[in-house]
């Protein structure tokens, strides 16, 4: 090894990650590209010659929530000294631009989602020392999730919705290739990997774009029958995408997660088109409906916005009549977040913060008081666990088909081991988590 090499092997490189996780996928990559291009990957950013803070703005709370970590780091002993670099990456850049550089003095580079495939050649611009194309690093090994690891099927939107920043941060809407998907799906299964969870902005629009077009169910289909061992869950499929196809592609193969994440948002047909989307409370229940008649014991989770401007108190007690009334299995509640540069953000009558909050929060218990009941329901049934872990106090956990990594609850079981699938009879429930014996 040369003296450049040799320099270049003793410099380590540690990520910070905010956010979802399509931002997790985005720092595996950004890790890989690292390692193979020479560097070390350390675990502390205490120990790092270079710290890169990948960052999450979807909301005005996820971006605090990144400058909290982007000063952290600007803190740490070797940063504040300058003998290490901070490097800012993902959403941030993306979105605030040249304007961001000029207010975070601290950071040594910036590197917005687009140029992330440049992370490489960005830390040997800042730390000073070439990247060394072909030496050995940890690269492969760092690509393994665990048990369970997402794969990005595609990225960014099209849909320009009122409220989002997504197409703005993250571009128009483009698939992955078949082949680079199934790569990828490939490596992570050989290293281990028994779920994998396929992610986007919109997993339901997978293929439309390709100049000879695909569908997301071709996708499914195709990672199903190569891989049949492995289970495949779908998360974050627009009401559009749940097409007939689709279904029969869940439905068609035991591996694939029977688990439908479909952001509906809200209920009252204006609100939806205040938020540029479409649908109304009614069309909702009829999907819903459509899938339940397709595949009975299908898993269902949504989304909904409160506080939305304009929405009225009637318009949420509507919203409230639907959780009620639709038959979903998990409710995800987010208060409506004032974002600048979306069309939402200049709409006549905000609601106030302190409703917004109480809305949210009102929601929230109602989804609580209608979702736990269905999940207490499964007492008795036979179910597929996928045992994942093990707590700090020793107790072991993992997750059946009907509960998505992180959102959901966990599984706690009596005995497995890590990666193995158990069918367990669900003993008890606690609001969300069940145990299996």
Not at 127 to 147: C, F, H, N, R, W
Not at 407 to 423: A, I, K, M, N, P
Request: glycine share 8%; proline share 4%.
């Amino acid at each position: 090894m040369d003296t450049a090499s040799q320099d270049l092997a003793r410099l380590s490189v540690a990520f910070i990650t905010l956010g979802c996780a399509k931002n997790e996928v985005d720092t595996t990559h950004m890790r890989a590209r690292v390692a193979e291009a020479g560097y070390a990957l350390a675990d502390d950013p205490a120990d790092a010659d270079a710290v890169v803070v990948n960052t999450c703005s979807f909301i005005q709370a996820a971006t605090e929530e990144s400058l909290e970590a982007i000063f952290d780091a600007a803190d740490l002993p070797q940063v504040a000294s300058g003998r290490a670099k901070l490097v800012v990456a993902g959403c941030m850049p993306a979105r605030y631009g040249d304007e961001l550089a000029s207010e975070l003095t601290e950071a040594g580079a910036f590197v917005p989602c687009s140029r992330e495939d440049d992370i490489a050649a960005v830390l040997a611009e800042v730390i000073g020392a070439p990247s060394q194309g072909g030496v050995a690093g940890p690269a492969a090994e760092d690509k393994l999730a665990g048990v369970s690891a997402y794969v990005k099927i595609s990225d960014g939107c099209d849909r320009f919705c009122s409220y989002c920043t997504i197409p703005y941060i993250r571009g128009r809407y483009r698939s992955f290739p078949l082949d680079e998907v199934r790569a990828e799906v490939d490596d992570l299964v050989a290293r281990g990997a028994r779920e994998v969870v396929l992610i986007a902005q919109d997993t339901g629009r997978w293929g439309a774009d390709f100049d000879d077009p695909s569908t997301l169910a071709v996708l499914v289909t195709s990672l199903a029958e190569e891989h049949a061992d492995t289970w495949f869950r779908v998360m974050y499929i627009q009401p559009e995408g749940l097409t007939d196809e689709l279904l029969d592609a869940v439905a068609t193969h035991d591996n694939v997660c029977s688990y439908f994440d479909i952001p509906f948002q809200h209920a009252d047909a204006g609100i939806l088109r205040a938020m540029n989307r479409t649908g109304s409370g009614a069309e909702f229940n009829d999907l819903i409906a459509r899938v339940r008649q397709r595949i009975p014991q299908a898993t269902l989770r949504t989304t909904l916005i409160a506080g939305f401007p304009g929405e009225t108190d009637e318009q949420f007690e509507d919203l409230c009549t639907f959780v009620e009334e639709a038959d979903l299995d998990y409710i995800g509640v987010f208060p409506y977040s004032r974002e600048e540069g979306t069309r939402a953000y200049d709409l006549a009558e905000q609601v106030d913060d302190d409703e917004k909050a109480d809305r949210a929060q009102r929601l929230r218990d109602l989804s609580d008081a209608v979702c736990t009941p269905r999940v207490a329901a499964r007492i008795g049934r036979t179910l597929d666990v996928l045992v994942e872990g093990r707590e700090e106090d020793g107790q072991l956990f993992g997750r059946a088909m009907c509960q998505a990594p992180e959102v959901d609850g966990v599984t706690y079981l009596e005995s497995g081991e890590v990666g193995e699938v158990r069918r367990v009879v669900i003993g008890d429930t606690l609001l969300y988590e069940m145990e299996g014996a």
